[in-house]
């Protein structure tokens, strides 16, 4: 794990530095190569330029850092365990869990008995109707 934390400010600094590079060259106008100097970047003159080459060289290290990190970052996470810690289970019925049926009375009335004399139960309040 110090190795990856170690890269990762590596890259930090080396970023840093490549921006920095970047924003210190000299602006040569038309964006894309599309310029007409003569010390281009195509030249010997801007080819041997040492902001040119620190560019070059700074890239070519972020790059590199980047598939090094990516490398390592999924060497230290790959797990050949199934992870099942979040796994829902329905409620058992027969246990009584919040999804069970609320259970059946335990002294119910005769199918064949008079009607009660209680008025039934409004649903919205609860109350009993009068």
């Known amino acids: 794990m110090s190795l990856f934390i170690f890269l990762t400010v590596v890259q930090a600094i080396v970023a840093a530095l490549l921006v920095a590079v970047i924003l210190m060259q000299k602006s040569e106008g038309g964006g894309l190569g599309v310029g007409n100097s003569s010390a281009g ?5 801007g080819a041997a330029d040492f ?3 620190a560019t070059t060289v700074l890239a070519t290290m ?3 850092l980047s598939v090094a990190l990516a490398a390592l970052a999924v060497g230290t996470t790959t797990t050949h365990k199934i992870d099942t810690s979040l796994t829902r289970t329905a409620p058992d019925p027969l246990a009584g869990g919040a999804g069970a049926p609320a259970p059946a009375p335990a002294n119910p009335a005769p199918a064949n008995s008079a009607p009660s004399s209680q008025a039934p139960a409004d649903p919205l309040s609860g109350a009993a109707k009068q």
Not at 41 to 45: E, G, H, K, P, V
């Open 62 to 64: 972020f790059v590199l």
């Open 51 to 53: 902001m040119t080459r």
């Open 41 to 45: 970047l195509m030249s010997a003159r």
